[in-house]
């Protein structure tokens, strides 16, 4: 089997297990807050075909990285020998743990992945010199990653990816820099990050690593298809949800129980949803909401009475959960009454959009029917496309998967994207309604949708990594899960 070898390194504490377990998708290793928690080379497979494989090397951190250096020069004589074997093991763990990690380099890796934490500045690292002539001296190419920068995409990134490209440029062994941060990543880069060490190899070295990247891509983009088809059947299911008003009157207590149940089903299709999304980008824990049952405001009302939204805010208030974010329109007689939105959980990040409408009920012959109202399901997709990106942005090294707020440039590329596509959103809900069909026979069309609106998101963000996407974008509407 053809081999291309990894050795992650960089100086202690930095970061590097927590790095392998993102890239992994698997917890390996032990992470603490302390120096020196690595204390031997670990390899582990990160992309494996049936003729080769990428194996990543996790290595002790480096300490005295100027004593190192001359502890190594000295090696070649009996005095250095005893003390490296013997003298090292049993009373300088710290020196012996960087010198382990050293041999590991000059004898397994084909590059090194040398990561530096961004929260420093490159003239603060005093370390960072002694440790590049020490790769320098070892020959062996270098690829910088930079750790701990911050929301993807974000000011700080770009400003450290360009101060410490500057910074390596006396060592000519650095041959790229990559902002990598192994807490807020995202699946497209680390497809950079594989391109970029083909790049750095040479022949049989490099069809070897262009195979396990296309490997690797190949296997991400499914993920991808999942994830778009999961969101397309959570969003038809949601256009097509209603629930029937039945008994005498459809009094407060008839329409309570139904903007219940409907939203009772929301929230448990988005915690399906979730937990899948969850499972298949190789993170563990499960989403949870903070349901609420009780309604406290009173919203019966003969005749037509349309809401404030000071009062559709102590509604959302009430309810919690899914229900939080509650539009309704009433139904009746084939026409859709009405429609508004209230601030909730289930908006988060993406914001309330206010009440735009007011609650309408109107009384006539035939049973109204409780549904989403569309500008309830314009939110709902800004909202689990920005949760799709805080899933895929959530490094392993964080422990379990937990929803966090969304950075602003995310929302902003999210309602970019979604301005951008126009009405098809509307129209494929409209459809949906209009032909009457079960949500299963327009899942395709929904998951199309996502799918170009988040490849749009992520070309945007990532522009480097565009290419990736555009297998994506051009792939059939229908989505088989593997």
Not at 38 to 52: F, I, M, Q
Not at 315 to 338: H, I, W
């Amino acid at each position: 089997m053809k081999v291309v070898t990894l050795s992650l390194i960089s100086h202690t504490n930095v970061g590097k297990t927590t790095l392998a377990r993102t890239l992994l998708r698997t917890d390996v290793g032990e992470v603490l807050d302390q120096a020196h928690v690595t204390e031997a080379s670990e390899a582990y497979d990160l992309v494996k075909t049936k003729n080769c494989c990428l194996r990543l090397w996790d290595t002790p951190g480096l300490g005295d990285s100027a004593r190192l250096v001359s502890r190594l020069k000295s090696e070649g004589n009996p005095l250095g020998w005893f003390l490296h074997q013997v003298w090292d093991r049993y009373r300088d763990r710290a020196l012996f743990c960087s010198q382990q990690a050293v041999r590991n380099i000059q004898k397994e890796a084909d590059v090194v992945l040398y990561l530096v934490n961004t929260s420093e500045e490159p003239d603060e690292a005093g370390y960072v010199p002694h440790e590049m002539d020490l790769l320098g001296w070892i020959g062996k190419p270098v690829l910088v990653l930079l750790n701990q920068t911050g929301p993807p995409g974000s000011d700080r990134d770009q400003a450290a990816l360009e101060k410490w490209a500057v910074a390596m440029e006396p060592w000519p062994i650095v041959r790229d820099v990559l902002p990598l941060d192994a807490f807020t990543r995202c699946w497209v880069q680390e497809g950079v990050l594989l391109e970029r060490v083909a790049a750095l190899l040479e022949g049989e070295a490099r069809r070897t690593m262009e195979e396990l990247t296309a490997a690797w891509e190949r296997g991400n983009l499914s993920i991808f298809e999942r994830a778009c088809s999961s969101l397309g059947r959570y969003l038809a299911a949601a256009a097509a949800d209603r629930e029937t008003l039945t008994g005498q009157g459809f009094g407060q207590t008839e329409k309570r129980r139904a903007m219940r149940v409907l939203a009772q089903r929301l929230d448990d299709a988005t915690r399906r949803l979730m937990d899948s999304l969850i499972a298949d980008h190789g993170l563990v824990g499960r989403y949870q909401t903070d349901a609420r049952e009780r309604l406290d405001e009173d919203f019966d009302s003969p005749g037509r009475t349309a809401w404030t939204s000071g009062r559709a805010g102590v509604l959302g208030a009430a309810m919690g959960g899914a229900a939080g974010g509650l539009v309704a329109d009433v139904a009746v007689a084939g026409l859709s009454f009405g429609g508004g939105a209230v601030a909730g959980a289930l908006l988060g990040a993406a914001g309330a959009m206010g009440l735009r409408k007011g609650f309408q009920f109107v009384r006539a012959e035939q049973t109204p029917e409780v549904r989403w109202a569309g500008e309830f399901l314009d939110q709902l997709l800004r909202q689990s496309l920005l949760r799709y990106l805080a899933v895929a942005h959530f490094g392993r090294g964080r422990g379990e998967w937990r929803e966090t707020g969304n950075p602003e440039r995310w929302n902003a590329l999210v309602e970019e994207a979604v301005t951008g596509a126009g009405d098809d959103f509307a129209r494929a809900v409209a459809d949906l309604r209009e032909v009457g069909e079960p949500p299963e026979e327009r899942e395709t069309v929904f998951a199309g949708y996502v799918r170009r609106v988040l490849s749009q998101v992520l070309s945007t963000g990532y522009p480097q990594a565009a290419h990736i996407l555009r297998t994506s974008e051009s792939a059939p509407n229908s989505v088989e899960n593997s």
